[in-house]
C-alpha cells in the first residue's frame, strides 16, 4: 500500500513540475486573510450584543484552531496540487476525493456567481443616491457580472504570477479597512466622543441554546474557514510542505483578532441603529466619524475596500475552482481536455474558459424572473452543506483515515478534529432546518436536503462515467 502511495504522490509531483511556483509565504499569508475575513460578519456577531466574544471564543476553540491543526498536519503530509481533494482520495478513495472536490467546487463557482450582485450593491452605496438604481438593475448586475467573470478569467489565464498581486492587494485592502474600524473607537474615546469602551468584555448568552448552537456553527463554518484553501495551490507555491503552514500560523492570530475586535467595534457605534448585513464597515465609520465632513468620504472609501477585498477573494475561488478540474483530469476521472496548459503561462486554460462559461451563465440566469431567482437562492443556501461536507471528510481523515496515508495522528489531533467533524455536521443540520422564520420548515429542508443529493448525485454520475472511460482506456491500450 505504502508503495502504490508513493507512486501515486510521484505522479502528481510530475505533473505539477510543469506549474510555475510564484506563490511566496508572504503571498500565502495576506491570501489567508483575504480569504477567510469578511466584512458581513462582524456585523452579524454584533447582533449578539455583548455575548459575541463568548461565541467566537467557542468557535475559535472548537472549529478554528482544530482547522489550522489538522490542514497543517495534511499539507506536511502530502504537500500536492489539488490539497484537499488530494487528501481525501489518498486517506480514503479516489470516490471520496472527487466528491469532496466536487462540493468545493460547486460552493466556488456559487461564490463567484453570486459576485456581480454584491459588487453592484456596494458600487451603487459608494456612488450614494445618485447610483441607488443600480440595484434594482437586471441590466447593470447582468453586465457588472459579465465584466467581472471576464477580469477573472484573464487574469486566471495569466496565472498567479499576476494574480498573486491581486490577492495581496485584497489583503492589504482588508487590513487597511480593519484597522481603521479598530482604531476608531479609541480616537473617539480620546476626543470624547466615546464614553467607554471595553472590546474583551464578555458576557454569557441569554438565548435559548438551540439557538446560541445555531449562531455558534454559523461563526465557525461560515466566518472562520478557509484554511484549506490555498492548499490547493500547493504545485504553485515555493516550499509548500513549510510554507502553506507557517502561513496558517502568522495569518491565524491576525484573522482572530479583527473579527473579534472588528465586532467590537461596530457594537461600539451602532447603538439602537438597524445593523446593514451588507456593509458594517462602512455604516460604523459613518456612525463614528458623523461629526466630520469627511464621514460620507471616508465610508465610500471603506465600501471601496471591501469590494478590492471580495474581487480579491473571488479572484482566489476562480483560481481554486479551475485547478480542482485539472487535477481530476491528472487522475483520468475527467477528460485531458481540462488539463492542458497554456503554452505561456502554464495555467490549465481549458478549465478557466469552463469555469468562467458556467459562472456566467448561473449570474445571468440568476437575473430572469422571480422563479430563478428563488432557485439561485436556495442553491446558495445549499452551498453551506456543500462546505459542511467538505469540512466533515477533512476532519475525519486525522480520525479514520490516516491509517491509509502511512501515520497515525497524535491523539491532542485526533481529539481536535473530533471537534471540528462535530461542529461541521451541526453547521449543516441548522443550515438545512433553519430556526430563521420560513413558510415552512419543513419544506424549506426538503428542498435544501433535495439540491444536495441532486447535485452529489450529479458528482457521482460523473465520477462513475469517468471511471468508466479511464477503464476502457486501459483495456484498449493493454
Not at 465584466?147 to 489583503?171: D, E, F, P, Y
Not at 513549510?242 to 473579527?259: D, H, K, Q, T, Y
Amino acid at each position: 500500500m505504502t508503495s502504490e502511495l508513493n507512486r501515486a504522490e510521484r505522479a502528481v509531483e510530475e505533473h505539477s513540475v510543469a506549474l510555475k511556483k510564484p506563490l511566496g509565504l508572504r503571498d500565502l499569508v495576506l491570501t489567508q486573510i483575504v480569504f477567510i475575513v469578511g466584512s458581513s460578519w462582524v456585523g452579524t456577531a454584533a447582533k449578539l450584543g455583548p455575548s459575541h466574544l463568548f461565541f467566537w471564543l467557542l468557535a475559535i476553540l472548537l472549529f478554528y484552531i482544530p482547522q489550522a491543526a489538522v490542514v497543517i498536519y495534511l499539507n506536511r503530509l502530502m504537500p500536492l496540487e489539488g490539497g484537499i481533494y488530494q487528501w481525501a482520495k489518498f486517506a480514503f478513495n479516489e470516490f471520496v476525493g472527487f466528491i469532496v472536490a466536487w462540493n468545493l467546487w460547486l460552493l466556488s463557482i456559487m461564490v463567484i456567481a453570486l459576485g456581480g450582485m454584491f459588487i453592484t450593491t456596494n458600487l451603487s452605496y459608494a456612488i450614494g443616491e445618485a447610483g441607488g438604481w443600480m440595484r434594482d438593475s437586471k441590466w447593470c448586475v447582468a453586465f457588472i457580472s459579465c465584466a467581472l467573470v471576464s477580469g477573472l478569467g484573464w487574469s486566471g489565464v495569466r496565472g498567479l504570477a499576476l494574480g498573486k498581486w491581486l490577492h495581496n492587494i485584497g489583503g492589504f485592502a482588508m487590513l487597511l479597512a480593519y484597522a481603521a474600524l479598530i482604531v476608531l473607537p479609541f480616537v473617539m474615546m480620546a476626543r470624547g466622543n466615546l464614553s467607554t469602551y471595553r472590546p474583551l468584555q464578555i458576557a454569557a448568552p441569554t438565548m435559548s441554546i438551540f439557538y446560541c448552537v445555531n449562531i455558534f456553527t454559523k461563526l465557525a463554518v461560515g466566518a472562520l474557514s478557509g484554511f484549506e484553501y490555498v492548499g490547493i495551490l500547493a504545485g504553485e507555491t515555493h516550499a509548500p510542505a513549510r510554507n502553506i503552514g507557517r502561513s496558517v500560523i502568522i495569518a491565524a492570530p491576525i484573522i482572530a483578532l479583527m473579527f473579534v475586535l472588528g465586532t467590537s467595534s461596530v457594537l461600539a457605534f451602532i447603538g439602537d441603529n438597524q445593523i446593514d448585513l451588507i456593509g458594517p464597515v462602512p455604516q460604523t465609520l459613518r456612525l463614528g466619524l458623523h461629526s466630520f465632513r469627511i464621514a460620507g468620504a471616508i465610508a465610500s472609501v471603506a465600501i471601496v475596500l471591501m469590494m478590492v477585498r471580495s474581487i480579491s477573494s473571488m479572484s482566489i475561488h476562480f483560481t481554486g475552482s479551475s485547478r480542482l478540474p485539472m487535477v481530476a483530469g491528472w487522475d483520468h476521472l475527467l477528460p485531458a481536455w481540462f488539463s492542458r496548459l497554456h503554452a505561456r503561462y502554464k495555467t490549465p486554460i481549458n478549465s478557466i474558459v469552463f469555469v468562467g462559461a458556467i459562472t456566467l451563465v448561473i449570474a445571468i440566469s440568476s437575473q430572469i424572473g422571480a422563479g430563478m431567482q428563488e432557485a439561485f437562492q436556495l442553491v446558495d443556501n445549499a452551498a453551506n452543506v456543500f462546505y459542511g461536507i467538505v469540512y466533515a471528510v477533512m476532519f475525519a481523515i486525522p480520525i479514520v483515515g490516516a491509517a491509509a496515508i502511512r501515520t497515525r495522528a497524535r491523539a491532542w489531533l485526533r481529539l481536535a478534529a473530533a471537534c471540528g467533524f462535530v461542529v461541521s455536521l451541526l453547521a449543516i443540520f441548522f443550515t438545512i432546518y433553519p430556526i430563521i422564520d420560513v413558510p415552512s420548515p419543513l419544506i424549506f429542508a426538503t428542498k435544501i436536503v433535495a439540491v444536495t443529493l441532486t447535485a452529489n448525485a450529479i458528482g457521482a454520475a460523473i465520477f462513475a462515467l469517468g471511471q468508466r472511460q479511464r477503464v476502457a482506456q486501459q483495456n484498449s491500450t493493454a
